[in-house]
């Protein structure tokens, strides 16, 4: 009945995507009728673009994605990444600014005085009087350069021809911008995106460090759950980059300077490290155009060179614990594949039987069957997968219910998943909730974009998407408890636990 039920929810969302036929069709068509509709290209400058057409609603969703994320960033300036994708909306020379002949002078003082500033505040034997004079004059420079700021004039434009969905997102492994826009706009995307790479102020810079600094507040210093999950990152990675907080730790967020962010946009924002996907109601052949006109004079430069630590092979076992007068958590992670592992496909197929829904052993056992969690959850590649990631695993006891006996609980599962075959009933199962969820992501113009853009830059070709498809399908029993014995090692784990405080 349900396989019914999915199957019958496929064939409406083919044809939504213009791509209606037979649900007798197998993945492999799926990706030729797909094929049929997407045009690709690369500019001589190296940008690449995604383009689909989907003609049902005159709109159309725009995605930049970067080949640049926290990994890349330098050290001491972790946050770095994440800081330019906030930037990104402040404008250009021409776009959020009264005067940017006069204000341009004005920014160039700006740094120099918060650098005096900030040397003076760390000099051995600091003069007081001298440090509230640097901070007066870099005060005064930073009302300066606000009185020529326009705020938010980017996002006004966008929104004043109908544009909706403008945000920005950071990971680990890229930064991404997307919006979307009546088909009839689609020009105004290329002129505003393609000046806002060429030509970005670092305006307000000061203003918004603090903006990201609140942020960090919230989700990390302010949350406990946020500062258990931010410590079992770092001690889970030893020394590869994925240990550092794509929002960065505070003391690096408060050194950045805008010349950081500088050296950063110049070594990564080239063409040929950046792919646009453009998904609705368009014309490939115009959309070429345009991004000729807009995007072509671009200069051209190299894809830079991305290096990163390697991590070493985890020895035993390692133990984090806060405590705090929120709700326990138990959380733990074990070294998990990179996407492109062979394996990696299996990997992902055994988070969802653990904890995919509520007919999930984890779910199931624990928090249905047991009332040990009040819930429980597993991630295959966290935070990223480009590089060997994590195995992650999450379970919030339910009242009364010791940290021990939920591990118990957990580890009965665990068990269970290493040392015997899945049914096939079971392996089928969670092999069509993993291709619908895919699907699922396809059912807008923005998910489709964004669906197209990741696989296009982080696997060099956007049908990679659907390729996985064919991967998750190949997947057997055995491949399952294999792989659950290889990564889910108790020897391995790292176990962080939040605590209460009348418990310690």
């Not at 009302?143 to 020529?148: F, K, R, W």
């Not at 904890?355 to 295959?380: C, E, F, I, M, P």
Request: charge should be negative; glycine fraction near 6%; charged fraction near 25%.
């Amino acid at each position: 009945m349900w396989q019914k039920a999915w199957l019958a929810w496929l064939v409406g969302l083919l044809f939504v995507l213009g791509l209606g036929g037979p649900v007798l069709a197998a993945d492999q068509d799926l990706l030729q009728r797909m094929e049929d509709r997407v045009t690709r290209f690369s500019l001589e400058n190296g940008l690449t673009f995604v383009v689909i057409e989907r003609h049902e609603v005159p709109v159309a969703s725009f995605v930049t994605m970067v080949d640049v994320g926290s990994v890349n960033e330098p050290a001491g300036l972790s946050g770095l990444a994440h800081m330019l994708e906030h930037m990104a909306f402040k404008g250009t020379s021409r776009i959020g600014t009264t005067d940017w002949e006069a204000e341009k002078h004005v920014l160039a003082k700006l740094e120099k005085a918060y650098v005096k500033w900030r040397q003076a505040q760390k000099s051995e034997n600091p003069d007081q009087e001298e440090i509230q004079e640097l901070k007066k004059r870099f005060m005064d420079l930073k009302a300066q350069a606000q009185a020529y700021v326009k705020p938010n004039e980017f996002a006004s434009i966008i929104e004043a021809h109908g544009g909706t969905d403008l945000n920005a997102a950071t990971s680990s492994e890229y930064t991404m911008y997307f919006c979307s826009l009546p088909a009839n706009k689609a020009e105004l995307w290329f002129s505003l995106e393609s000046e806002r790479l060429r030509d970005p102020v670092w305006r307000e810079f000061f203003t918004e460090k603090e903006v990201v600094l609140e942020e960090r507040r919230m989700r990390v210093d302010s949350s406990p759950i946020g500062r258990l999950m931010e410590r079992l990152l770092a001690v889970s990675f030893l020394a590869h980059p994925y240990r550092q907080p794509v929002i960065g730790w505070e003391s690096d967020i408060k050194a950045a300077l805008p010349s950081d962010l500088t050296r950063l946009y110049e070594k990564y924002y080239v063409p040929a490290n950046m792919v646009c996907a453009v998904a609705g109601d368009v014309d490939p052949d115009q959309i070429q155009a345009w991004a000729e006109k807009y995007f072509g004079p671009q200069p051209s430069d190299s894809v830079p060179t991305k290096k990163k630590t390697r991590e070493p092979k985890r020895l035993g076992t390692k133990e984090v614990e806060i405590s705090s007068r929120a709700q326990p958590v138990l959380a733990r992670t074990y070294p998990g594949l990179s996407r492109f592992h062979p394996q990696a496909p299996a990997l992902e197929l055994t988070s969802d039987i653990l904890s995919q829904r509520r007919t999930s052993r984890l779910y199931s056992s624990l928090v249905q069957n047991q009332g040990l969690a009040a819930q429980v959850g597993t991630y295959s590649g966290y935070p990223a997968d480009i590089d060997p990631g994590l195995f992650l695993l999450f379970a919030i006891p339910n009242s009364g219910v010791q940290l021990s006996e939920l591990a118990q609980g957990v580890d009965e599962q665990l068990d269970r998943i290493r040392n015997s075959d899945v049914s096939q009933e079971e392996l089928q199962r969670v092999k069509n909730r993993a291709r619908a969820q895919l699907l699922r992501g396809l059912d807008s113009n923005l998910g489709l974009a964004r669906t197209l853009a990741k696989a296009q830059i982080l696997e060099g070709d956007w049908r990679e998407a659907f390729w996985n498809l064919e991967q998750l399908e190949a997947v057997r029993s055995e491949d399952i408890r294999k792989v659950a014995a290889k990564i889910l090692d108790p020897e391995k784990m790292v176990e962080a636990r939040l605590v209460h405080e009348t418990d310690r």
